[in-house]
Structure formats: C-alpha cells, structure tokens
C-alpha cells in the first residue's frame, strides 16, 4: 500500500480524551467568560443600588435635620435655618460607616464633599460633570454612571436630584465610590470563578479519565485480540474483563469470540477431524515456539489404507473422526493435535515427557479397544507413535523430523506402540526397547 494513502492513527486514549475534555474545556471558557459579564454586570447592580440608597440616606438625613429648603446665603450653604457649610460630621459619619464619599450641589458645585484631591482638600466649589448637570437638572431624574471623571479619578456616582417646594431642581446629592476599588473586588470575584472553572475542568477531566480508562482498556484487549484473529492466531482468549462488562463492549468481545470460532473452524481446522490443519499448525508454532519448550510426536494409524480398501473411504472418515476426537479430547488442553495429512497426527505437547507418554497410552488403548462395524464385519484399529523432546534452540522442523523418524523406527518394528527418543518401544504389553 502506497504510504501516502495509509491514514495516520491516534490512539484511543487521545481520542477519548479529546471528545471529553475539549468540550468541557470549551464549556468552562463559555462559563468564565460568561461569569466575568455577569460578575461585573451583577457588581455594577449591586453599587447602583448601593449608592443610591445612601444618596437618598443622605438627603433623608438632611430633610430630618430641617424640614426647609436647602438655600445659599452668600458662601454659605443652608438647609432651611440651619447652617451646613464647615459642619461635615453626618457626610464624614457616612463615608466612615460606609467607605462611600458622599457629596451635596447646590446648582452644578459642589458645596459640602467627603472628595478630596491630592493635597487633601475638599473638593468644594468644584464643578460636577456638564453631562450629569444637564441630565439631572433637564430631567428631573436620578442619574448613575459607571465612570464619572471626579478630578481626575474614575468614579461609579449616583446623583439624585434635590427640588425645593416648587419643583424646581436646585442641587444634587451624590454618593460614589472609586473605580478602582470596587473593580478590585469584581477582579477578586471574577479569578475567584476562573479558579473553580479551572479546577471543575480538570476534576470532569480527571473524572473522565478514571470512568474511561477501563472501557480504553476493555477496548484495547479486543484490539489485541482482533490483532491475533487477523494473524491467524485462534489460540488467544478475550480478556475475561471485557466479557465480564454489561455494557456495548461486552457484547463486541462475545461478537469477537464468536468470529473467532467461525473462522478457526473455517480456516484453522481441518473439515472431517475438527483438528487444527497443517497451515493453522505452522502459525501456532512460529507464535509460541519460543515461550513453550514442546514436547513433539508424530502418529499415524497402523494399515489405514487396509481400512479404505476393505470398508470403504465413509468407513475410513470414521475411523479418523473417531481417532482425531479421542487425541483432542485427551491433549488439546494441554498443547495442540493437528492432522498432518491422511492418517497423520503431529501433537505439540507442553509438559513433560512422561505425562505426555501417559496420555499416548491412555488413548491408544481407548482407540485399539474401539470396535467398528461395517455390515457384518467388524475391525478394530491401532496407532503408532514417535515422541521426542526439543534440545535448547532446536528449530521446530528438526525435532518434527526426528519424531517423524522414531514414528517410521516404530513402524518397522511392528507398529501398534509408542517410540520414545532414547528410551525404545512402549507396547500394549510394556516396554521393548529399539
């Protein structure tokens, strides 16, 4: 395949983590960005109503002071009879109790302020903002601004008008705060909900992580064991923590088994015998020839082609499907049984000499006791059988060469018995040696 067509692959781990993380990542920039306009449009509320509240507190106080109209005699501000200018203790009372400077126009100046500039003055007879004077005054309205230039510095005010009797605007009463210090506390509000966006991203990141490392591993096994199927290798089992699952995985794993069946029995193993075939065999080898120190033997059936031409090749089937169940059933789970070819069986064994030796004699002699029928005949079969044991970096078509060799020593030396390498016959009766 051309290596600019081949699809570049990401692991599944990265993927998972892209579909959960990137959408909660996004959603947490959403959220921060969204919290940082709603925590200033909030604060923003919050000191409108605020400062409102002490502006109307302010003329309240000064209304309950003198119930007259607030007047200047020359410099001097009054409310009704009383004299205001020079007393600061109920404006200086409020922005102690409140830390909100308050102030008191009479027209566009202010008369009476707890502002001072940079030399710690009173702000007084100091112009208030043209744009306030004529909203205020125009209107007859409260006005609030989020950014009133009061000599220099940035202010959040709220104004409310001060009428005398007639109606007539004549002053304003003004409380507000620095800029600055209310945006300190928005600032400390604001990183306050980007550390818990922060911190509930990686949690959700974090909790993602721990629900689906086990559906990436449970995903990886099936990998793993697809990888074998597609090899050919149908002697691996699915992971045991993928079946055991109750979800959509669990059932690809039992899908994966059930393909894997079909195809052992499709590819690996021969139609008649249900043994693994010669191909299948080879691959089994070459995947686990390293890791497992085989025992090998090589076995046919004594006079098989006598069988065929005296009952018939159906007779015959059964004969070898009969032979072939009793050598599965008696070592496929501890190694492997093949049909070589016509009447020949290899068998990989992993253990010891001796215990496969054992095995032989136990199905050997089930097999020699089976009798066939074939009309009004009947027959029974035998087995010979050469074992050898690999030597240390031995290559497997050596030692099946060697088998075959004691197979063919024990077929001359009058079949229907066990040839073990460098212990002699083993025969229904015991042991003869070569």
Known sequence: MNESNVKKRHSIVVTMIRIGVIPILLLGIGLTVYSQYSV?????????????????NLLSTYNALDGGEFNM???TLKKGETTLTSDYRIID??????GTDVTIYYGSKRRMTTIVDKNGDRLTDTEAPEGVVDYVF?????????????????????????????????????AGKPKDSVMISTNYMIVGNIL?????????????YLSSSKMVIAIQHIKRFLGFLAGGDFTQ???????????????????????????????SRDPLTKLLNRRATMVRVENTWEENNYIIAMGDIDFFKKVNDTYGHDMGDEVLRFVSAQLKDELEKSGFVARWGGEEFLIGFDGTKDDLVEHLKAVTGRIRAKVFESGDKTFSVTMTLGVTIRQPGEEFEDVMNRADALLYEGKTGGRNRIVVEGEGHQVPDGLATS
């Not at 919050?46 to 409102?52: D, M, N, T, Y």
């Not at 089992?237 to 699952?245: A, G, I």
């Open 40 to 56: 200033r449009e909030g604060m923003d509320y919050e000191v409108e109503r605020s400062l409102s509240g002490i502006a109307h």
């Open 73 to 75: 005699d020359g410099d």
């Open 93 to 98: 009372d409020i922005k102690t109790d409140t």
């Open 138 to 174: 125009g209107q007859n309205e409260e006005y609030f601004s989020t950014d009133i230039n009061v000599d220099g510095v940035p202010y959040y005010g709220y104004y409310v008008p001060i009428a005398n009797d007639d109606g007539e605007v004549v002053g304003m009463s003004f």
């Open 196 to 208: 818990i966006s922060i911190f509930v991203i990686l949690l959700a990141a974090f909790i993602l």
């Open 237 to 267: 089992k699915m992971s045991e923590e993928v079946l055991e699952r109750k979800d959509e995985l669990a059932e690809m794993g039992e899908y994966a088994v059930h393909v894997e069946i079909a195809l052992d029995d499709m590819i």
